[in-house]
């Protein structure tokens, strides 16, 4: 059976004036107890030895326990504490050495250091609680925490270490100054909660955690809302982050599953993949952030899928040796580029559909840099759809642009191959190469170029197989500089001035056309100079004038003056 006892500041019949003395009977009895507290004020170290319950008879708040310094309570037995306010300092507040312990409708008041502490093989439970300014430590022991409020931590609001597994419920977490949660070396499941306003990642995972969040929001963090490092895994689903600094962040090996997420006005970056980190991303919607909605750098290797992005500035960079994989990707009005592959990253994109952005793929950087597009759409670019620059290698199959300024171009020394690829309403042109670069194409088709179909200049070769160009205003073809290429089974087509423009360094053998074809001189560079020496006098050819010229002299001399008036004489 259970023995009873009951406390009250004043004493009374049968009644202890203070707790400490409850629990000293109740352990010479050794016998289960249930202590009542009257409410109060009670300023003792509670140190539980025994299978006990300590209950504020007056509700939540009415008992107060504190001590100046040092723990308020010590639990070495399966203790439940109801309704009690716990308020300490200099030491763990609530310190469980062994067995479980629960606390239910209970205040916790750390002014520095843990509020709780669990250690290991101990068992905590925090139930419709509040803990203020302290963290609850897991240290190898396991907890379950549900409809529970951390505010204000000085440290980290609740963490798991050393083995330790955490389940956390329909809980809020503010104003922590370092993390919300942080999970080393343990586990934690987090779902239905709020994390606001962290100093830090609201939500960190490292040294191999295991980590999972479910149905969270996260909001208004200075850093990470949700990060995973040094091989951690685990999953993000269904939860939403607003105005962190960066979204879902993941580096140095970890490997997590982000699912069905929504990710809004992210100050830097809405997914941060670098130093190693890979992972796999489905079904999320970026929106408004700041910089990248999705960065890739420094080594990180995701797999992106049925994502959306809107409303902010670069889509997807994959940067410095970065690499991924995305697929199913839609980009809508964007303030620069839709996708960026540059210093030696690698990137395979498929089925990408951008709409109403400056520029669609851009890349930059050595021969090491690469780029696929596949299976894929832009509409509405502004600028070019697709340019590929420095001396990167880019492969588009399949991709499809829809009114832009150009809409496929390589320059510098950059490789660009287009197969089966397709451009409609460009103002510019269809497909060009500029500097040194080579394009390469093979069934292309341009359709109602306001400019030219393909074109070529500086040194650049443009070689087409089988292409198809339609209603070019100026000319269906253009090579002019000291540009070359061939065009083989190629047609063009429609009411443009010219089906080519050529300088002659280029084979036209394979091209169809009604349309009127022009030869032009081939650009040539400036010749030596050549003096000649007059001696009878000066030989004009044309038209001169502001020339100073002598003749008979061995030795001239000019001078040049100029009058108060500004005129030169």
Same mark, same amino acid.
């Given at each position: ?169 329909? &809980? ?37 955690? %295991? ?91 995701? %797999? ?32 620069? +580029? ?6 030696? +990253? ?15 793929? %851009? ?68 497909? &060009?190469?500029?500097?040194? +670069? ?24 443009? %070689? ?106």
């Amino acid at each position: 059976m259970v023995a009873r006892y009951v406390v009250a500041p004043n004493g009374g019949r049968r009644a202890h004036r203070d707790i400490t003395s409850a629990l000293a009977e109740a352990a010479r009895r050794g016998r289960p107890a249930l202590i009542e507290i009257e409410p109060g004020h009670y300023e003792e170290t509670l140190t539980v030895r025994g299978e006990t319950r300590l209950v504020a008879v007056g509700g939540p708040g009415s008992v107060v326990v504190t001590r100046p310094r040092g723990t308020v309570l010590d639990s070495s037995a399966p203790v439940v504490v109801q309704g009690l306010v716990l308020l300490g300092r200099g030491a763990d507040v609530v310190s469980c050495h062994a067995g479980a312990l629960t606390l239910e409708h209970t205040e916790i008041r750390a002014h520095d250091g843990v509020a709780v502490h669990a250690r290991p093989g101990t068992s905590l439970t925090l139930r419709d609680s509040t803990v203020l300014h302290g963290r609850v430590l897991l240290a190898g022991a396991e907890g379950l925490v549900e409809r529970c409020r951390f505010t204000d931590a000085a440290d980290n609001a609740l963490a798991v270490i050393d083995g330790g597994r955490l389940s956390l419920a329909g &809980s809020r977490i503010e104003g922590s100054r370092l993390h919300g949660v942080r999970v080393s070396g343990g586990s934690a499941r987090i779902e239905r909660c709020v994390l606001t306003r962290t100093g830090m990642a609201a939500v960190f995972a490292d040294a191999r955690a %295991e980590l999972t969040v479910t149905d969270c929001l996260v909001e208004s963090v200075q850093a990470e809302a949700i990060a995973y490092v040094e091989q951690s895994r685990g999953s993000v689903e269904r939860t939403r982050v607003l105005d962190a600094q960066y979204g879902i962040a993941v580096a140095s090996g970890a490997d997590p599953v982000v699912r069905d997420c929504v990710l809004t006005g992210c100050r830097d970056t809405g997914l941060d993949i670098n130093n190693g980190g890979r992972g796999r991303f489905e079904n999320c919607e970026i929106t408004r952030a700041g910089n990248v909605a999705v960065l890739v750098t420094k080594s990180g290797a995701p %797999e992106v899928h049925d994502c959306r992005v809107a409303d902010g500035k670069v889509a997807i960079a994959v940067t410095d040796g970065g690499r991924g994989r995305f697929t199913r990707i839609d980009i809508r009005d964007l303030t620069s +580029a839709a996708l960026r592959v540059h210093d030696e +990253a690698t990137a395979v994109f498929e089925h990408i559909t951008v709409e109403r952005c400056p520029s669609g793929l %851009e890349t930059r950087g050595n021969g090491g840099t690469q780029a696929e597009l596949t299976d894929s759409v832009m509409r509405d670019v502004a600028m070019a759809a697709v340019t590929a620059l420095g001396q990167t290698w880019v492969t588009l199959r399949r991709v499809s642009v829809e009114r832009a300024a150009l809409a496929f171009g390589a320059g510098e020394e950059a490789q660009l191959l287009l197969e089966d690829c397709g451009a409609a309403a460009v103002t510019t042109g269809g497909a &060009s190469a500029f500097g040194g +670069a080579r394009v390469l194409a093979r069934n292309l088709t341009v359709t109602g170029s306001d400019g030219l179909g393909v074109f070529a200049r500086d040194t650049a070769r443009l %070689e087409i197989e089988g292409a198809t160009l339609v209603d070019c205003a100026v000319s269906g073809a253009s090579f002019v500089d000291d540009s070359g290429g061939r065009l083989e089974g190629c047609s063009v087509t429609g009411t443009g001035q010219l089906g080519a423009l050529h300088n002659g360094l280029v084979d036209l053998a394979g091209l169809s056309t009604s349309l009127p074809v022009l030869e032009m001189a081939v650009r040539t560079g400036p010749g030596p100079t050549v003096v000649h020496h007059h001696y009878e006098g000066p030989v004009f050819n044309g038209l001169v004038h502001d020339v100073q010229l002598a003749w008979r002299n061995i030795h001239a001399v000019q001078h040049r003056t100029t009058n108060e008036d500004g005129n030169r004489t």
